[in-house]
T-cell receptor
Framework: GQQLNQSPQSMFIQEGEDVSMNCTSS?????WLWYKQDPGEGPVLLIA?????ELTSNGRLTAQFGITRKDSFLNISASIPSDVGIYFC?????????????FGKGTKLTVNP | DSGVTQTPKHLITATGQRVTLRCSPR?????VYWYQQSLDQGLQFLIQ???????AKGNILERFSAQQFPDLHSELNLSSLELGDSALYFC?????????????FGPGTRLTVT
């Protein structure tokens, strides 16, 4: 089915380190979105990707829409303590004709100062 | 601030009761989505409305219902509440139709059933 496998599930890093996380699927997606959620808050949209191969940056964040359209990557450079949170990927399947996003289960990021 | 508003922020109620959660989408957005997030869980899609009509349904219980009004605000009604319904409930909105499909989330309503 249209499931997203997001990895890693959690990460513990030192301030200043770079971070990489990814989402993969066996299905093709037309759109990839990356969100960050702080505890008890709503997810905040970080980056939206619409074309295969697209590479988009938002400050220290960079995300890519995989060439196969079955995966996406998010990189955070020079992490800082406020990067702590849960990062979700979300994709819009190419089949189905709906606007319903499929969400990954999240990557929990902890940054040690 | 995403532009999506949700009320109330917190709700505490007893089992068996009924509550209504309210959402106002971003200005210009026609689609509203409801999600449930239990402790340390991912986002579970409940239901989507587009311009007043139900568009897509997820794992929404029969005890739950929703509607979208002519002014595009939406309400999620939860009835015969059980302890397991305690969760964060998020509303999101998007332009809808032919896109773009970016969803913007509200701050959520934390429901506690005792």
């Amino acid at each position: 089915g249209q499931q997203l496998n997001q990895s890693p599930q959690s990460m513990f890093i030192q301030e200043g380190e770079d971070v990489s996380m990814n989402c993969t699927s066996s299905s093709i997606f037309n759109t990839w979105l990356w969100y960050k959620q702080d505890p008890g808050e709503g997810p905040v949209l970080l980056i939206a990707l619409y074309k295969a191969g697209e590479l988009t940056s938002n400050g220290r964040l960079t995300a890519q829409f995989g060439i196969t359209r079955k995966d996406s990557f998010l990189n955070i450079s020079a992490s800082i303590p406020s990067d702590v949170g849960i990062y979700f990927c979300a994709g819009l399947p190419s089949q189905g004709g709906s606007e319903k996003l499929v969400f990954g289960k999240g990557t929990k990021l902890t940054v040690n100062p | 601030d995403s532009g999506v508003t949700q009320t109330p922020k917190h709700l505490i109620t007893a089992t068996g009761q009924r509550v209504t959660l309210r959402c106002s989408p971003r200005s210009g957005d026609l689609s509203v989505y409801w999600y449930q997030q239990s402790l340390d869980q991912g986002l579970q899609f409940l239901i989507q409305y587009y311009n007043g009509e139900e568009r897509a349904k997820g794992n929404i219980l029969e005890r739950f219902s929703a509607q979208q009004f002519p002014d595009l605000h939406s309400e999620l009604n939860l009835s015969s509440l059980e302890l397991g319904d305690s969760a964060l409930y998020f509303c999101a909105s998007s332009v809808g139709g032919d896109g773009p499909y970016e969803q913007y989330f509200g701050p959520g309503t934390r429901l506690t059933v005792t």
